[in-house]
């Protein structure tokens, strides 16, 4: 099951240079691709009547070819040309012709705050590893998920699992007792209160209705009594 | 910097130091955050292919948490190759 990419995700250069076709796409690690964002700095700018071709270098392997569209209708504006040792971001489509691959820009901006450079490459490594994870627990139910920091370039594609280690002591341990149940029904709050001495009722049920509602678990014969979702 | 201009010192995210070599003379002013390009040699210091000045007029750059990054990255080289 492929997770199609209708997302703009933020890569290296090794990695684009690594992608490989399949048809019309481009898939890095089964990883669907199409639009990208990369950033590093001009290494060069050669400007022809329809288009001007840099070279954007990222350090993760030679500079790649960023093509971009001149509009010849309109003057000036749109059609500066970014000067070599200028860091940028650059918003395209992956293109790969004769086995070469290239870049067709909709979007070059030179970089003002260089703290976005730290961000893109920390973005680069949670989108794949996050995109992957989805493409690995594509049979699951879909789930909400924070992603701090994505820029304003759009996000990565849909759900995917929590960690388990993003709940609570508590809520880890409801759900713990939740999957090891063997019961069809399922387990019933009264079940867990004896299990857990520790726990008010008021707990278990606020651990309960939390799990409930990011997925876990699901409740079966009435709202007393439930299974997880994640059933070993 | 050294008198010669063809020596400075760099210190990192980390407060460590560096000492980076150029094969001609700095030709300009330079200060605040530079990012180097080059080698290193085995008496540890850098040999400069290149170096960039990174634009601090608008924002200052934040060295410690990009250093933070660089170990990150690093942990990840499934998700971030080095070509």
């Known amino acids: 099951q492929r997770i199609r990419s209708q997302n703009i995700v933020p890569c290296t250069v090794s990695q684009l240079l690594a992608a490989e076709q399949v048809d019309e796409a481009f898939r890095i690690r089964d990883v669907e691709i199409s639009q990208v964002t990369i950033m590093g700095i001009v290494r060069h700018a050669e400007k022809a009547p329809t288009n001007i071709l840099y070279k954007v270098d990222d350090m993760t392997a030679a500079p790649m070819d960023v093509r971009q569209w001149v509009d010849t209708d309109e003057a000036g504006g749109e059609n500066v040309v970014v000067p070599p040792g200028t860091y940028v971001k650059v918003a395209g489509h992956l293109r790969s012709f004769q086995n070469k691959k290239s870049l067709v820009a909709f979007k070059i901006m030179p970089l003002e705050n260089m703290n976005e450079f730290t961000t893109h490459i920390l973005e680069i490594v949670n989108a794949h590893m996050i995109l992957r994870k989805n493409l690995m627990s594509a049979s699951r139910v879909p789930q909400s998920f924070s992603s701090a920091g994505i820029g304003d370039m759009g996000g990565y594609g849909g759900g995917g699992s929590l960690p388990v280690n993003g709940l609570t002591a508590h809520q880890s341990q409801v759900l713990n007792l939740i999957k090891n149940c063997p019961v069809p029904e399922g387990m019933s709050l009264q079940e867990l209160k004896l299990q857990l001495h520790n726990m008010s009722m008021s707990t278990i049920k606020q651990a309960v209705e939390f799990l409930s509602s990011e997925g876990h678990i699901y409740s079966t014969v009435d709202d007393d009594h439930y299974k997880s979702t994640d059933a070993e | ?83």
Do not use: W
């Open chain 2, 1 to 83: 910097i050294h008198p010669t201009g063809k020596l400075f010192v760099l210190s990192d995210g980390e407060g460590k130091h560096t000492t980076v070599e150029l094969s001609e003379p700095l030709e300009e002013e330079i200060s605040g955050v530079l990012e180097v390009v080059g080698r290193v040699t085995n008496q540890a210091t850098i040999m400069c292919v290149s170096y960039v000045q990174f634009r601090e007029d608008k924002s200052p750059f934040d060295l410690e948490i990009y250093n933070e990054a660089l170990k990150i990255i690093h942990e990840f080289p499934e998700y971030f190759p080095f070509g």
